[in-house]
């Protein structure tokens, strides 16, 4: 299917940014919603890219994540919304865990002026980020070393984990689906994580609107076990119904208002 120099550009920028809102590709293209909708309708019968609920992202595959730099990067400004409000939510005080992703990476540096924290982490850019607050305890766990994001997996990770019980476990995810099903790329990370939830009093998950409807290969744990869901735009009524329905909170972040 031929595109028009236009697509190929909004298909560009989509894959620059992972995912993009509906209104803002209008906006930066200086078209009318009405162009943008029917360019991304080729652009999705041409397989480059997929709807999800208020925009369109990159085609994603179910048994390969992004490259680390590029989960930096993808929507990076939702992800700061969201850390503030997690980091706003959290009380002096507490005990957290903080596994492996590039949004839990974005809350430690929001906790940088919290004191008296105990932070169990399997993820060494969390570690060096909160290692700059003097009030905060840090407790990495062992293992094998990932080199792309420096998070930390294996049984020894596995291990280290299940000899803690804290006040709430901070995780990320990379998909979740229509169902609620939390997915994830590795068997090792999704060990972690699942070993996370279990000794968490309370779960909080943080996952910018791309994840919603994102293939991932591996089942993670069911939505029901996560108590607070941030994200950064409401999830489309479906999901919210099942939210519900579950028992899960769920916290839209605002952006901050500018001067």
Not at 67 to 95: C, F, L, N, W
Not at 234 to 246: C, E, I, S, T, V
Request: charged share 25%; proline share 3%; net charge negative.
């Amino acid at each position: 299917m031929a595109l028009n120099p236009r697509q190929l550009a909004i298909l560009q920028a989509v894959r620059d940014q992972g995912s993009v809102k509906t209104e803002e590709l209008a906006e930066e293209f200086g078209i009318t919603l009405q162009t943008a909708r029917r360019d991304i309708q080729r652009l999705t019968e041409a397989s480059q890219l997929e709807r999800f609920h208020g925009g369109v992202r990159a085609v994603d595959s179910s048994t390969r994540n992004t490259t680390y730099v590029e989960r930096q990067r993808t929507q990076s400004e939702a992800k700061q919304d969201i850390a503030r409000q997690v980091a706003a939510a959290i009380p002096h005080g507490a005990s957290l865990f903080m596994n492996i992703g590039t949004t839990v990476e974005a809350v430690a540096s929001e906790l940088l002026h919290h004191r008296d924290l105990r932070v169990v982490t399997n993820n060494l850019h969390v570690a060096r980020i909160l290692a700059a607050n003097p009030q905060c305890e840090v407790v990495v766990a062992g293992g094998t070393v990932r080199s792309e994001d420096l998070g930390v997996v294996g049984e020894a990770a596995l291990n280290f984990i299940r000899q803690f019980k804290v006040d709430i476990g901070l995780i990320g995810i990379s998909g979740i689906d229509a169902d609620g099903t939390l997915r994830d790329y590795d068997m090792r990370e999704v060990m972690v994580a699942r070993a996370i939830v279990a000794q968490s009093r309370q779960v909080w998950l943080v996952a910018d609107h791309s994840k919603f409807d994102r293939p991932a290969m591996i089942e993670m744990a069911p939505l029901k076990v996560v108590h607070t869901l941030f994200t950064d735009i409401a999830p489309a009524p479906a999901q919210q119904r099942l939210m519900a329905d579950l028992g899960v909170r769920c916290v839209v972040a605002q952006a901050p208002v500018q001067d």
